[in-house]
């Protein structure tokens, strides 16, 4: 029989195995999170679509081809989210959060790219925006707590790959050089970055096509102000003394226009094509650009999805402390009564709501993977007791529920 309803290409479904490894994740991260000073948060899964063409900019990849952007019955042009920075910058400016903020987010992104392993259209962002604070300590710390979690979610072969990309003044002094370049090569070069070189020549750099056919045109890194120079050498330095291994790519630009200076994505071998599970970096003028006062920040985001592949760990069903099987009616009833006083001090335990008979009690006892089976019958009933059969070892024995451990 054909499924007439099946899920959209690129969306995943969670199932109870993967999502045990989810929580256990999760709580972890919360946990080195908030021992980093951060407070979480979320934003709507819509937005207005020009926040996301200001923010991303125009020229990117993201906004070009991969947004889902619809009208809705009020004629507004809104678009899910494909990132959270520009959404959380919003929020922070809305509702007047007071810098310095450091905010985290656990939230679905939706990007129409074409799915392969690692890349769904759906996918999962855990992120933090630091915003209100510009020191290279800052930077590092950043880029430091990304690190951490991956090595805490046990992503295999990391690779942390870091660049300064400049401040604005820098890029417009690069771009000219870098467009000279350009447009020496503009036959070679595909449709795409044709239209898009002059208005934005950075981009064509990291274009999957051309990109790695322009492996000598000029460097960022060598335009880059003495500023920019030295602030960079001072994030190196933090993250030297903190034990941070690195690699400093001098090619690394990042799909989002509106990073500045620091730079930096986290690679795995563990996975394929799609080998970047985090990326991030400083974003000096973004508040500004949204409406608000100049205020300095920076953040990242793992791929939550591609963190679990590159873990290599596999999900789980979450095992029964107590499966109660009885044999009558007034037994159930006792039965009832003991799952409910269990329930009450946090085990997890399950009973047979239809009748049936103790053999396929038991059954369903073991698929539910139960610990222990406490069986009830007249006997235990009379006695006040119930049987404790250790799922494991066969072993019996007899104990009143209030001595249940
Ligand atoms: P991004 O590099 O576009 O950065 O995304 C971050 C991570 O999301 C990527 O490294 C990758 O692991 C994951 N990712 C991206 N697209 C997909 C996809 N289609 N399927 C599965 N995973 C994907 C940002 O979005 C910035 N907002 C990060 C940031 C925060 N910068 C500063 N603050």
Redesign the pocket.
């Given at each position: 029989m054909g499924l007439k309803y099946t899920k959209i290409k690129g969306t995943r479904d969670i199932l109870p195995e993967e999502y045990s490894l989810w929580r256990e994740l999760l709580e972890r991260a919360f946990k080195i999170l908030r021992s980093y000073g951060y407070n979480f948060i979320v934003t709507p899964t819509f937005e207005r679509t020009e926040l996301f063409i200001r923010s991303i900019g125009d020229t990117t990849d993201i906004v070009e081809k991969e947004m889902y952007t619809f009208t809705d019955r009020g004629g507004r042009s809104l678009t899910l989210r494909p990132?959270?920075?520009a959404p959380v910058v919003r929020a922070y400016l809305e509702n007047h959060l007071i810098p310095p903020q450091k905010l985290a987010y656990f939230m679905n992104m939706f990007?129409a790219?074409r799915p392969q392993k690692?890349?769904?259209?759906e996918?999962w962002?855990l992120?933090v925006?630091f915003i209100g604070v510009r020191d290279p300590s800052a930077d590092a710390e950043v880029v430091e707590l990304a690190y951490r979690l991956v090595h805490e979610f046990g992503v295999k072969e990391i690779k942390l790959e870091i660049n300064s990309i400049g401040t604005v003044e820098d890029r417009k002094r690069y771009r000219e050089v870098l467009l000279d370049y350009l447009r020496a090569r503009k036959d070679e070069l595909c449709e795409d970055c044709r239209r898009r070189m002059e208005r934005n020549p950075l981009r064509v750099l990291d274009c999957k096509i051309d990109g790695p056919k322009l492996l000598d045109a000029p460097l960022l890194t060598d335009y880059l102000s003495q500023a920019s120079k030295s602030y960079f050498e001072d994030v190196l330095e933090y993250l030297r003394r903190w034990g941070v291994p690195f690699e400093v790519n001098k090619r690394l630009v990042?799909?989002?226009d509106y990073y500045t200076e620091t730079a930096f994505?986290i690679k795995s071998g563990a996975l394929g094509a799609q080998d970047?599970?985090?990326?991030?970096?400083r974003?000096d003028g973004l508040v500004e650009e949204l409406g608000g006062p100049p205020t300095p920040a920076v953040?990242?985001?793992?791929?939550f999805?591609?963190v679990l592949i590159a873990s290599g760990l596999q999900g789980y069903r979450e095992p029964l402390d107590y499966f109660i099987a009885y044999l009558g009616d007034e037994a159930r009833e006792k039965g009832f009564e003991v799952l409910q006083a269990l329930r009450k001090r946090g085990k997890r335990a399950e009973i047979s709501h239809e009748k049936k008979s103790l053999k396929s009690q038991m059954k369903l006892a073991d698929r539910l993977g139960a610990r222990y089976a406490l069986i009830i019958g007249d006997e235990e009933l009379a006695r006040g007791v119930v049987k404790v059969r250790d799922m494991e070892t066969g072993e019996e024995k007899f104990l009143k529920p209030s001595e249940l451990p």
């Open positions: 990132e959270g920075t990007r790219e690692g890349r769904f259209r996918f962002h992120g925006e990042r799909g989002l994505e970047s599970v985090g990326g991030g970096g974003y953040g990242f985001a793992l791929g999805d591609r």
